[in-house]
């Protein structure tokens, strides 16, 4: 060593030995890989490990390039290592890969409402409201172009052209195309009827006078008592004489002609209540007969020839004992199983009297009030006061809403295999 060096002069040999003992590592590293080192990457080389020494001086100072580790290569956060909630993969817990243990579960709460918690069952009939509807039936009582079996002459016993009509007893004529033309059926299907438990149909015969929808639904209100009375019941109302003082039966003066009427309507019942299966339960189905006013004629006949008067349960006149006396007490003797009712006012009143004793002559008792259930075998005749009108029987008779009272009495009787299956209104 030369005694003319300065002790500064030691220092920085000191330190350029030192320099040069860091970056001869790196310059092999490079040699190694195949690529000769350039100016620039010493430079940043050197940069990067002037900057570790710096960190460990803890000066945090930026070096020349401006930019520290972090900045260029921030570290990620935890949230960005999972798909978020709205992504489609689904986020599971570590938990969801160890081994379960055998511990009931607490049910969670369902972040919606349950619709329901009934069992599930093969048949559910779908709910629906009352059915009211008018049907048209080649079985109903017209047209009607057969003999009229009180004279054995053709019913529509008068022409004029090409138009034909009949001559009533009372010398009045009706035309065919304005009185006999209408083969339309009131039918009606409360809202709890279930075709699956015994029921009963019922069929009115209306009075004199008359339409299906002015008065039967809507006056009388017939549709609204069968199922204020919450007895399994669906109504059949034929149209007979439209709007006409005429009691004729048309159709149902024929042998078979009930029978044939009762078969097409379960037809017409089963597709109307949505269970196309139903149509021999239709078909089997007891039936109770109203008969108001003129409806007595073809009451009296559907019993008489009608071919099904096996499956009638009760039979209701509301007074419509005109005639045909014999017919109603050859089915009462014959028929014990079934009922029978009789409300009569003043213009009836001989007639019906007439009817009680016959009945007495062949050993069948008769009551002559409605405070007991019907049952079968019964045989009832009321009374009403002179206050009751005619036009309003079907109404109000013995009591307001006459039918109602009698589909509730008889379905007090177990006997009589009707079901109620709904609260009276």
């Not at 109903?140 to 004279?151: D, I, L, V, W």
């Not at 149909?201 to 009075?207: A, E, P, W």
Request: glycine share 6%; net charge positive.
């Amino acid at each position: 060593m030369r005694a003319d060096r300065t002790p500064s002069d030691a220092r920085g040999r000191a330190l350029r030995r030192g320099l040069i003992s860091a970056l001869v590592p790196l310059s092999l590293t490079l040699v190694q890989c195949g690529k000769a080192p350039n100016p620039a990457a010493l430079a940043a080389n050197s940069q990067a490990n002037v900057q570790v020494v710096a960190k460990t001086n803890q000066t945090n100072q930026k070096v020349a390039s401006g930019d520290t580790f972090e900045d260029r290569f921030p570290a990620p956060q935890f949230k960005e290592r999972f798909p978020s909630a709205s992504e489609s993969l689904l986020q599971r817990q570590m938990s969801d890969f160890s081994p379960k243990r055998a511990v009931q579960q607490q049910p969670e709460q369902a972040p919606y409402k349950v619709a329901s918690l009934e069992p599930q069952v093969p048949y559910k009939r779908p709910a629906r409201e009352d059915l009211t509807t008018l049907v048209s039936m080649k079985s109903s009582a017209f047209p009607y172009f057969g003999n009229n079996p009180a004279s054995d002459a053709p019913f529509l016993n008068i022409a004029k052209g090409d138009r034909r009509g009949h001559r009533s007893y009372s010398g009045r004529v009706f035309w065919q195309d304005e009185t006999y033309n209408d083969s339309r059926v009131l039918v009606h299907v409360p809202e709890h009827f279930d075709v699956r438990k015994p029921g009963v149909i019922v069929v009115f015969f209306h009075g004199n006078g008359a339409t299906l929808e002015r008065d039967v639904r809507d006056r009388q209100l017939v549709p609204k008592q069968i199922t204020d009375s919450g007895v399994n019941a669906v109504l059949l109302a034929p149209q007979m004489a439209v709007n006409a003082a005429d009691s004729s039966a048309g159709k149902f003066w024929q042998p078979g002609g009930f029978k044939r009427f009762m078969e097409e309507s379960a037809t017409h019942l089963a597709r109307l209540t949505g269970d196309p299966n139903s149509t021999r339960a239709f078909a089997n189905m007891p039936i109770v007969i109203v008969g108001y006013s003129g409806g007595f004629l073809p009451t009296a006949w559907s019993l008489e020839v009608g071919g099904i008067s096996d499956r009638v349960r009760g039979v209701v006149l509301l007074d419509a004992v005109y005639g045909e006396l014999d017919k109603f007490a050859s089915w009462i003797e014959s028929h014990r199983s079934g009922f029978f009712v009789s409300a009569y006012t003043r213009h009836t009143a001989r007639r019906d009297r007439e009817l009680m004793s016959m009945l007495r002559q062949k050993g069948i008792g008769v009551a002559e009030d409605m405070d007991q259930p019907l049952r079968p075998g019964s045989v009832v005749f009321v009374e009403t006061a002179d206050g009751i009108t005619h036009r309003d029987y079907v109404t109000r008779a013995w009591t307001q809403d006459p039918l109602k009272d009698v589909l509730v009495k008889m379905a007090a009787t177990p006997s009589l295999a009707l079901t109620r299956v709904a609260s009276s209104r």
